[in-house]
């Protein structure tokens, strides 16, 4: 059988317990789509991995390299999800990285969720969170491991049926993203909105995929802060991420909303990547 976990390109199963992203989160990932043994947008994938190594100053291995490994995992999958983690290695105790710190590589392999149709067709609820981001600029932007802000948030509906995902804001009450997802608005035909993430928040692939596929045809985009109220101003809105693509938004907490024409587009471009 086709092993679904490797460590720096090896079948295993075990970590070292002295390993950094254990202790301390200290290491990013990359979540990616499988479809048909292929996946997409990996570049834009590998260069996210590659800035937030430059900037957590955790030495990136080749992108040759990451690239071989995922396009063997990926093989024969018609529908799959990998999840690349890239730790610092392995430490002593205290937060001081070590100088000669080796990274380890470590790669999932998982089955294709089972989102219903009806979610990507006619839409997804979603629940303000109470759990708020905390503002970092150092980190913001970077799909980091420690996610706990994400746990927490995600824990606040449980397994409800009647919510599909939830709103983050940060501690200023400014609109952030999804506890998975990024979040646009469309006020009219032609412009999007989506918040700026220079202060918190997880800059995704298919965000940037998106705004690349509007401004490419001409639809304005504008990032900026916002909120909750501002945003809610908008009646279109959607989500999105590299696994769902795109999902409409029907309803936020008490407030309906409804799909549009731009949300059709950016499932068109997300349907392209």
């Given at each position: 059988?086709?092993?679904?976990?490797?460590?720096?390109?090896?079948?295993?199963?075990?970590?070292?317990?002295?390993?950094?992203?254990?202790?301390?989160?200290?290491?990013?990932?990359?979540?990616?789509?499988?479809?048909?043994?292929?996946?997409?947008?990996?570049?834009?994938?590998?260069?996210?991995?590659?800035?937030?190594?430059?900037?957590?100053?955790?030495?990136?291995?080749?992108?040759?390299?990451?690239?071989?490994?995922?396009?063997?995992?990926?093989?024969?999958?018609?529908?799959?999800?990998?999840?690349?983690?890239?730790?610092?290695?392995?430490?002593?105790?205290?937060?001081?990285?070590?100088?000669?710190?080796?990274?380890?590589?470590?790669?999932?392999?998982?089955?294709?969720?089972?989102h219903?149709?009806?979610?990507?067709?006619?839409?997804?609820?979603?629940?303000?969170?109470?759990?708020?981001?905390?503002?970092?600029?150092?980190?913001?932007g970077?799909?980091?491991?420690?996610?706990?802000?994400?746990?927490?948030?995600?824990?606040?509906?449980?397994?409800?049926?009647?919510?599909?995902?939830?709103?983050?804001?940060?501690?200023g009450?400014?609109v952030?993203?999804?506890?998975?997802?990024?979040?646009f608005?469309?006020?009219?035909?032609?412009?999007?909105?989506?918040?700026?993430?220079?202060?918190?928040?997880?800059?995704?692939?298919?965000?940037?995929?998106?705004?690349?596929?509007?401004?490419?045809?001409?639809?304005?985009?504008?990032?900026?802060?916002?909120?909750?109220?501002?945003?809610?101003?908008?009646?279109?809105?959607?989500?999105?991420?590299?696994?769902?693509?795109?999902?409409?938004?029907?309803?936020?907490?008490?407030?309906?909303?409804?799909?549009?024409?731009?949300?059709?587009?950016?499932?068109?471009?997300?349907?392209?990547?």
């Open positions: 059988m086709t092993p679904s976990c490797w460590i720096d390109g090896q079948p295993a199963e075990a970590l070292p317990l002295t390993d950094r992203g254990l202790h301390y989160g200290d290491g990013l990932f990359e979540t990616l789509p499988v479809r048909d043994g292929r996946i997409p947008l990996l570049d834009a994938h590998l260069e996210r991995l590659a800035e937030g190594c430059r900037r957590l100053g955790i030495a990136a291995p080749a992108a040759q390299l990451l690239q071989q490994e995922l396009c063997v995992a990926a093989q024969h999958q018609s529908r799959a999800v990998l999840k690349l983690m890239l730790t610092r290695g392995s430490g002593g105790r205290g937060y001081r990285p070590p100088e000669a710190a080796t990274p380890v590589r470590i790669l999932l392999r998982y089955p294709w969720p089972d219903p149709e009806t979610w990507q067709r006619e839409g997804i609820h979603l629940r303000v969170c109470s759990t708020r981001l905390g503002r970092n600029p150092a980190l913001a970077l799909k980091h491991l420690n996610r706990l802000e994400q746990v927490l948030a995600r824990a606040e509906w449980g397994g409800s049926s009647s919510v599909q995902e939830g709103l983050m804001l940060d501690e009450g400014l952030v993203e999804g506890t998975m997802t990024n979040v608005a469309a006020p009219e035909e032609g412009r999007l909105l989506t918040p700026d993430l220079d202060r918190c928040g997880v800059a995704g692939v298919m965000r940037r995929h998106l705004i690349e596929c509007a401004k490419a045809e001409g639809v304005r985009v504008e990032q900026r802060h916002m909120s909750l109220a501002e945003l809610l101003d908008h009646r279109e809105l959607f989500v999105c991420n590299s696994i769902v693509g795109v999902w409409p938004v029907l309803r936020v907490s008490e407030q309906d909303c409804v799909p549009g024409t731009m949300t059709r587009r950016a499932q068109r471009w997300a349907a392209q990547a």
